[in-house]
């Protein structure tokens, strides 16, 4: 009878183990948002145009006018956790020095 008592607490104890695990899990994953890259269009704040603030960029596709070396455009990038694209020091310093070193930062002419 103690056998039996014994087996019975140690099948509840690896069920309650294995059901702690996957609600971790389960909890764990929901958190994780995967970076996808993607195109965003300059559309700066007339009070605050600056290229250099990611709330100047609106999600969509970089205009095909977008080949010359004069005026930002547009960039590719991955978004925040509040929905705005993070601009790496690499993409900064195209976008001050009117580069292309990334293939990130686009232009107009």
Not at 8 to 17: D, P, R
């Amino acid at each position: 009878m103690k056998k039996i008592k014994l087996s019975v607490f140690a099948v509840l104890a690896i069920l309650v183990t294995v059901a702690a695990v996957a609600i971790t899990k389960a909890n764990t994953s929901s958190k994780v948002r995967p970076l996808v890259e993607q195109d965003w269009q300059y559309t700066p704040d007339p009070s605050n145009p600056s290229p250099l603030l990611p709330s100047n960029y609106s999600p969509s596709t970089i205009p095909s006018t977008c080949d010359g070396i004069a005026t930002v455009c547009g960039i590719k990038a991955n978004a925040d956790a509040n929905g705005d694209p993070i601009l790496t020091d690499q993409m900064k310093s195209d976008i001050q020095n009117h580069t292309k070193l990334t293939n990130k930062v686009f232009f107009q002419r």
